[in-house]
């Protein structure tokens, strides 16, 4: 069959009509000899034409990778293919599944596979691509993701020219730029499908005279028709979420009928612990909360709750609207502005356009609402404008003029400690439309590392950062970029470079750095060197303070100031330090920091110089030996080394530290403190430390989830063997 037989094959298998929007994405892809971008807002049926090329490939006996940024996404996509197979007259073997967790008929025809395992395949060079048709990047806005989004450039540029490319996007700012980009640069002739229209359209409200306790019960109730819920209401801070879901379950928001359904989902043992009974009291009254901090057993139980419509509202942050896709019939913004007090600023047009398109279920609605509240202090003044406007200023009643006055004298204000938003702002945003794909991180040492074992020159990675997809000066910024990791990788042996030419040539040992995927793999490799003569509280002490956490969560896991130095300390880094000049001996005996400025305290008297912890002599230790300096996250502190003092028992733990409403964050720690253990082990020797880290840190994590925690150590441990 060609292409012309397959298409129509495929058009006898729908049932119903196509939108024109779909209609001509699906000529785009049977017609173009390079593929097609697919852009449009959620709802408008893109999956429809990811089907087509599943079915191109099935029936051409060609093999297809259909990519997703999520495990959870890919599960479900792979659930929903392999029902479609059958559907075709195909074998449900005829459709694999690869994440890192797990592989099922992972040599089938179609691979449902998240976007790392594509780009690993074709970095390691072990996959053959010779009988692959096409590639299935859904998702594909996440190209213009800070962290990951290179994954999917990369891909780009590695897919052979002869494979077919389906990207498919939610809407974007600069797609014919994007077209143009991939034509001039990569060599790929895509044909650009795109569309505004949104199969539910959205309505937006300014909500200037209620308060959210006010506002959302109204959402909740009426008919069928004018109910509003269910909703997600978006705050910016974790603390925030849970202020506003306390301030929720006290009211009516579901019937008890729902509360009944609602206990029956929520396993007791689960609940009982941390901030598990809080929560519960929350999910039973309607009110779920749902961020970086909230275990995932308990997000699950949450997403579940909301997609069977028995919980009405979901209190989460911004990462929600980026990440999983829980459509709601509305959206509810409780601010505008995002930052620091004192010095916060409306969100990023991107980010809004991101939450505004989860209003709106293709399935459900006729309409997706998105509403905007005013601050609560405006709110109140709005109301008492309301009420105060009323009163006619021209009566002679006393009564009424006593009320007139009594309402002056009560008549609310803003205040000088708060910032406001403003209706106009919102205006603002919607018409920024949505954001434009960029090029945006630098590309990681692991595949500068490939190109430079391809081609032993800089030539090729120039090259390549040459084409990125932005702005002349930022591409600049990136060879800069690039010269610095040049320059560091030559101090520390990894790479010899000729002066006179872009020629250099490698060490054996710079492929040591492709073990690290937790921390920047320079100084991971240095820490490993310098941590075989630690014990096992000083590793603890290094790997907590190169694994993220945020500053509020850091500040109360600190280090304790007398807690005893190990040999690494001692022996090693304080007399390094002292030589070197950048610390010296302070009168405590301990090593502080030689300060370019002299420090004062609020009355100018000279503050004592600081006294260094190990992690920061490991880092400026570090810091002394770069030819130039890299931007390395590094925050102390002690954490898991807390935890273990009380016996590894998690939920005392996060009590003790108030730590409970960012349970999820804790745990992610651990699991990364796991994941560096395994990459810092000496592939010559089995350190017990690193070892008993692990285990001990395992041990605490499948007490607290599980089945998470089995998910991401397997994902680790395949993420490792694929190096």
């Not at 519960?280 to 709750?305: C, D, F, N, T, W």
Request: glycine share 6%; net charge negative.
């Amino acid at each position: 069959m060609d292409r012309d037989d397959i298409c129509s094959k495929f058009l006898d298998t729908i049932e119903f009509e196509l939108y024109p929007f779909q209609e001509e994405a699906l000529l785009a892809w049977f017609e173009s000899e390079g593929g097609a971008l697919i852009s449009a807002p959620t709802g408008m049926g893109k999956t429809l034409v990811a089907e087509a090329a599943i079915f191109e490939a099935l029936a051409s006996n060609t093999r297809l990778y259909y990519t997703t940024p999520l495990i959870a996404l890919t599960d479900q996509k792979f659930r929903e293919f392999q029902d479609k197979a059958v559907t075709w007259g195909f074998a449900r073997e005829d459709v694999g599944l690869i994440t890192g967790s797990r592989k099922i008929n992972p040599n089938a025809r179609v691979r449902v596979v998240v976007a790392e395992v594509l780009l690993n395949h074709l970095l390691a060079g072990e996959e053959t691509m010779d009988d692959v048709s096409g590639v299935v990047m859904d998702e594909f806005h996440y190209f213009n993701d800070w962290d990951r989004g290179v994954v999917w450039e990369l891909s780009l540029a590695l897919l052979p020219k002869s494979i077919r490319l389906m990207l498919l996007s939610a809407t974007a700012g600069n797609t014919v730029e994007f077209v143009r980009w991939l034509r001039d640069h990569h060599k790929r002739d895509l044909r650009l499908v795109q569309t505004d229209e949104r199969r539910v359209p959205l309505t937006f409200e300014w909500i200037g005279d209620k308060l959210l306790t006010e506002f959302l019960p109204e959402m909740a109730e009426g008919e069928a028709g004018a109910v509003r819920a269910p909703a997600l209401v978006f705050c910016f801070y974790r603390d925030g979420c849970w202020e506003v879901a306390e301030r929720l379950k006290g009211l009516k928001l579901i019937p008890p009928e729902s509360r009944k359904l609602i206990e029956e989902q929520l396993p007791p043992d689960d609940f009982s612990t941390g901030i598990g009974p809080k929560l519960r009291q929350m999910l039973i009254r309607g009110v779920g909360v749902h961020h970086a901090g909230v275990l995932p057993k308990y997000k699950e139980i949450i997403e579940s709750l909301f997609l069977q419509k028995l919980v009405p509202f979901i209190v989460c942050t911004e990462t929600l609207a980026a990440g999983i896709n829980l459509p709601a019939r509305s959206v509810v913004l409780s601010t505008l502005l995002k930052g620091k007090r004192g010095d916060k600023k409306v969100i990023m047009a991107s980010d809004a356009h991101q939450m505004f398109g989860r209003a709106g279920r293709p399935q459900f609605d006729s309409e997706g609402f998105v509403f905007v509240l005013a601050h609560e202090d405006d709110a109140k003044i709005a109301k008492w404008r309301r009420r105060y406007e009323l009163i006619d200023p021209k009566t002679k009643d006393p009564g009424v003029m006593r009320m007139r006055k009594q309402l002056e004298r009560k008549r609310p204000t803003r205040r000088k400690t708060e910032q406001y938003w403003a209706e106009g702002q919102l205006k603002t945003l919607i018409a920024a439309g949505p954001a434009k794909l960029l090029s945006k991180s630098m590309i990681p040492y692991s595949f500068l590392i490939y190109l430079l074992h391809k081609t032993q020159s800089l030539s090729a990675a120039r090259d390549f950062l040459s084409k990125r997809f932005n702005e002349p000066d930022r591409i600049e910024g990136f060879q800069k970029q690039l010269d610095h990791m040049i320059a560091n990788l030559a101090k520390f042996g990894y790479l010899t470079r000729d002066n006179e030419s872009e020629h250099v040539t490698l060490s054996d040992s710079i492929d040591k750095l492709l073990r690290y995927r937790s921390i920047d793999p320079v100084y991971g490799e240095f820490l490993r060197g310098h941590l075989q003569r630690s014990s096992f509280e000083e590793k603890l002490l290094v790997m907590e303070a190169a694994l993220p956490l945020p500053p509020a969560l850091a500040r109360r896991v600190e280090i304790p100031e007398d807690l005893p130095p190990g040999p690494l300390q001692t022996e090693v880094v304080e007399p390094a330090l002292i030589q070197m000049g950048i610390a010296l001996t302070g009168e405590d005996g301990g090593v502080v920091a030689v300060e370019e400025d002299d420090s004062a305290d609020e009355y100018g008297a000279p503050l004592p110089p600081r006294r260094l912890t190990l992690p920061e002599m490991l880092k400026a230790l570090f810091d002394a030996k770069l030819e130039t300096p890299e931007d390395i996250y590094h925050q102390p502190k002690r954490l898991a080394g807390a935890l273990f003092d009380m016996n590894s028992e998690f939920f005392p733990f996060v009590r003790a530290r108030n730590l409970i409403k960012d349970e999820g964050l804790v745990l992610r720690h651990l699991l990364r403190i796991i994941t560096l253990s395994r990459e810092l082990t000496p592939t010559d020797s089995q350190d017990p430390d690193y070892a008993r880290i692990s285990e001990m840190a395992t041990e605490v994590c499948q007490q607290v989830d599980p089945r998470y925690t089995d998910r991401f150590l397997a994902e680790d441990e395949e993420a490792r063997s694929s190096i």
